[in-house]
């Protein structure tokens, strides 16, 4: 199995269940929901309740908005689900903060002796959000997932159900 295994893709396409797929052959697991926990959105709250019951109960399940302290501490297997998390956690930052923030993960991701499985989003193909906030949510989230893709060992996107390995058809850039 490779040691970093990026999946990404837009909402509802299967990503988080792809991943999970993959991250089936583990029975110890480390599952780490990384976001804030939003108790009083029900949306957000049903989204989880679905995600969880999906979960291979032998997987122990973090959940946080913290991943360079569970890089640091776990030693099994993990999914990251998702890196989203780790982006919204970096939006007030200036950007010199932003970018040794990216880089603490980056480094983090590269020295974790585990194989780790990381679920991203894709946003930004579309209309240009109309607020400064959607606008550096999408700038840091491409940021984020252009670094991953160059250190994943595995890449792949999911659409409408399926995943593609994105390595098998593109051409660096």
């Known amino acids: ?99 040794l923030y990216k880089n603490r993960l980056l480094d983090s991701l590269s020295i974790y002796k585990n194989t780790i499985i990381i679920v991203g989003e894709q946003v930004g193909w579309g209309l240009v959000s109309e607020y400064k906030v959607g606008n550096l949510f999408a700038d840091r989230l491409g940021e984020v997932l252009n670094a991953l893709t160059k250190i994943a060992d595995n890449n792949w996107i999911t659409i409408n159900g399926k995943a593609l390995r994105l390595d098998d058809i593109f051409i660096e850039i």
Do not use: C
Request: overall charge positive; proline content about 3%; aromatic content about 8%.
């Open 1 to 99: 199995m490779p040691k970093i295994v990026l999946i990404t893709g837009g909402r509802k396409s299967g990503k988080s269940k792809f991943a999970e797929k993959i991250a089936s052959e583990y029975s110890n697991l480390t599952y780490v929901a990384l976001s804030e926990s939003r108790p009083n959105d029900s949306d957000w709250q049903t989204r989880i309740k679905i995600h969880k019951s999906r979960r291979n109960l032998n997987w122990k399940t973090i959940e946080t908005e913290e991943i360079i302290n569970v890089l640091n501490s776990e030693k099994n297997p993990l999914l990251i689900d998702s890196i989203g998390g780790f982006v919204t956690k970096g939006l007030s930052m200036n950007i010199k903060d932003w970018e």
